[in-house]
């Protein structure tokens, strides 16, 4: 009888009945980054300091009374509006033994590279997102008066992009350079706004034909001179609606922005960095040169340079809580 590895008189068993590890790693969920590209970049240089002051020179309010002969008028007073952000450090990291480096199956040390770059992005992204939602421009939803006041059907749609599109206009707040304003969306809003009649009707009706319209790709398009990125990194404040049966609705952020609502900062020496550091460099602190560490360190602060470019629409979903 043949050896087996499995059953009968004759059976290795787990002897030579090994698991067989793909070499491969899978994926991790990654969230799209889309906050940081919509602001204003900067970086305070070498022996800058760590704060940083973005000044506007305020617009006059137009004259329309006519001059008498002979008289200037009143004097018009300059305003220049001041704001101003503090720079910080962020970062984390992690240590393995000299045997988990040498000795694991998987090269530990690149997938943790990877791994950290993707979590310093995130990062970024989510101190840049919590800067946005400090606006105080805020439009709530339907018929919501505040945010505990936010609650079931109340729903991002065409008729709240208009109004919200009418504030920013209205307000005079630029476009970005392609003519256009840029709406920071979670998946679960796309979800309701593709649902929406009006959009869709106007996809349909007025948008591109074929496989490009966003109804077939699924990435929704310009509409209204707004553009909309999708990100799970969205804003949502958990349980701050409308309370009902003792459950209260998650709030949901919509972020439509024009070009300089919001600022970012770092320090350009002080960057972003992926740090290693092999075992044995620690000196003391790994006597018998046991031990590596791997992480990030990056630079950021940031504003919102002018509350009136950038309104948060407030607003629930269906498939969320609430």
Request: net charge negative.
């Amino acid at each position: 009888m043949p050896l087996s590895l499995r059953g009968g008189a004759n059976a290795l068993g787990g002897t030579e009945d090994k698991t067989f590890y793909l070499r491969k790693m899978l994926s991790r969920a990654i969230p799209k980054k889309v906050h940081a590209q919509f602001c204003d970049k900067n970086s305070i240089p070498v022996r800058g300091g760590q704060s940083v002051e973005w000044r506007q020179f305020r617009s006059f309010t137009t004259s329309v009374t006519a001059l008498t002969e002979g008289t200037p008028g009143a004097e018009t007073i300059p305003s220049v509006q001041i704001t101003t952000a503090t720079v910080n450090q962020y970062g984390m990291y992690y240590r393995q033994t000299e045997i988990a480096q040498s000795q694991s199956i998987d090269d530990l040390r690149a997938e943790g590279a990877e791994a950290l770059g993707e979590a310093m992005g995130d990062a970024y992204d989510l101190l840049t997102r919590n800067i946005m939602r400090g606006t105080t421009t805020i439009q709530y939803a339907s018929t919501a008066g505040s945010r505990v006041a936010v609650g079931s059907g109340m729903r991002l749609n065409a008729a709240e992009l208009r109004e919200a599109l009418a504030t920013l206009k209205t307000n005079n707040a630029m476009p970005f350079e392609d003519g256009a304003y840029k709406a920071i969306i979670h998946p679960r809003t796309e979800a309701d706004l593709f649902n929406d009649p009006t959009i869709v009707n106007a996809f349909k009706d007025a948008g591109e034909r074929g496989g490009g319209n966003p109804l077939f790709t699924g990435k929704l398009g310009r509409y209204l001179g707004c553009d909309f990125f999708s990100t799970s990194n969205a804003s949502i404040q958990a349980a701050g609606g409308l309370s009902v049966a003792n459950t209260s609705a998650d709030v949901y952020q919509t972020m439509l922005l024009g070009k300089e609502a919001v600022g970012v900062v770092e320090l350009s020496a002080l960057t972003s960095d992926l740090i290693y550091h092999p075992a044995g460099s620690s000196g003391v602190n790994d006597p018998l040169n046991q031990l590596s560490s791997q992480g990030y360190k990056f630079s950021h602060g940031g504003a919102v340079l002018n509350n009136s470019w950038i309104v948060s629409i407030e607003h629930t979903t269906s498939l969320g809580v609430e």
